[in-house]
């Protein structure tokens, strides 16, 4: 079956720590261009090997609620 770019997405993006250098995101944009085009997206069904937990720093615990 045919996918949009034809490469699997990554859903777990948004707490990666290695996420500013991916080039695999499941963002927005992405389905938004997938829709357009009439094509389905292929994700990751499970964390890959290249996904590591980002750890929050200090600034980022203070600003998140509790």
């Known amino acids: 079956?045919?996918?949009y770019?034809?490469?699997t997405f990554c859903p777990?993006?948004?707490d990666c720590k290695s996420a500013h250098m991916c080039h695999r995101p499941l963002t927005h944009e992405?389905?938004?261009k997938a829709k357009e085009f009439g094509l389905?997206?292929?994700v990751?069904?499970?964390k890959p090997e290249c996904w590591s937990l980002k750890v929050p720093t200090d600034s980022q615990e203070a600003?998140?609620?509790h």
């Open 5 to 7: 770019r034809d490469m």
């Open 44 to 46: 990751f069904a499970s």
């Open 12 to 14: 777990f993006w948004k």
């Open 40 to 42: 389905p997206v292929s």
């Open 63 to 65: 600003t998140t609620c």
């Open 30 to 32: 992405v389905n938004l």
């Open 1 to 3: 079956m045919i996918s």
